[in-house]
């Protein structure tokens, strides 16, 4: 059932109009107002689905009823059809302008009240029944958006504590659902570590991403080098993806075995190893295949040598870079450029460190962020 409410000064206009819609519009209550305080008050206790609201009217006019039905949340998205003797082009142009959704001049004829009133009044209502709809569903969407960041966010665990490395991460989503992922598995013998950046952003990239952890979970059970668990990675996303899908993404992964780090990587910004003597600090330079490009892509193995004390900062390209202002985007270098200015921080308050060097390139702001971020510090304890 449709709630009309019609707001004029004079009862003969009312009858008229409810005679008409009655006759050509199925489905229909009306409530009526003489002026403006009557139309705000229905509007206060009646569900309304549209008004067709006259101008002139004493203590409080149309121009007014239009202008806070619109700056109020509650009653803004209902739609308004002006119906008035005032036909100058600037009247028309400022109920317009206010949020009038349509409007027409009397007296008309007849035969035009009983075409162009129903016409009007039939193309509001299902325009404010489809609107309703979106919100609702744009409701749901984000209900479940949120349902779903809290259960990635259950998955990308930003506090654990391990025997042999201090781990510290940190996880910025530009959106609800981010496609950005890191991790740290802890053996007996050994630690695996993962930093990933998925292409996009949203619930197919946050989909591939709790995918991922799964996959990589798996494949450091089976195979022994960095090297062959990115291909075990490449090969099922490979399968996974159809030609339509084109979805790629890179992927660093290392094992950290006693005094040594073996890596390999698969499109990703090269992390840097952060000896405790500064003037050694480096990138850990390999590159290989993104992910998902090819069925037979091949990776290789780097192994290089760790203190206690050094430690290894890992990151994804929305560190550095800025899709929205591609003027200020920087290289991967420029990451060991501001992490050496931060040398103080860096393996005496990695927490700090980490926030700094977020500053540093200008990601303090979540609006200044238009790029998921993740960044993981992985130190050797004593």
Known sequence: ????????????????????????????????????????????????????????????????????????????????????????????????????????????????????????????????????????????????????????????????????????????????????????????DNSWFMIADITGHGVAAALVASMLKVVFNNAIRTQKEPASVLKDINLTFYRLMSDSANLCFSVFVGKIEHDTITFSNAGHPYPILMKKNFNEWEMLEINGYLIGLFDDADYENKTIEWSTGDAILTYTDGLFENPGDPEKSKSYSSVIQHAGLLENRALTDPESFMEQLLASFGKVDKNQIDDDIAMMYIMRKE
């Open 1 to 188: 059932m449709y709630k009309i409410l019609i707001v004029d000064d004079m009862l003969v206009n009312r009858k008229l109009m409810k005679k008409v819609l009655v006759d050509t519009v199925d489905g229909v209550e009306f409530f009526d107002a003489e002026d403006g305080f009557q139309a705000l008050d229905r509007l206060e206790k009646q569900e309304i689905d549209l008004v067709i609201l006259d101008l002139m009217m004493p203590g409080k006019d149309g121009y007014e009823v239009l202008s806070d039905m619109k700056a109020d949340h509650r009653f803004s998205d209902i739609p308004v059809i002006v119906n008035s003797a005032i036909t100058d082009m600037e009247s028309i142009k400022k109920t317009l302008e206010l949020g009038a959704m349509d409007y027409f001049t009397k007296p008309i004829t007849p035969e035009q009240m009983k075409v162009i009133i129903p016409l009007k009044a039939s193309n509001a209502l299902k325009f404010y029944e489809q609107r309703k709809e979106l919100k609702q569903m744009n409701t749901r969407m984000k209900n479940e958006l949120k349902i779903a960041s809290v259960l990635q966010r259950s998955l990308i665990r930003t506090q654990a504590e391990y025997q042999r490395s201090s781990v510290y991460q940190k996880y910025i989503a530009c959106e609800e659902l981010g496609g950005d992922l890191f991790d740290f598995v802890e053996t007996e």
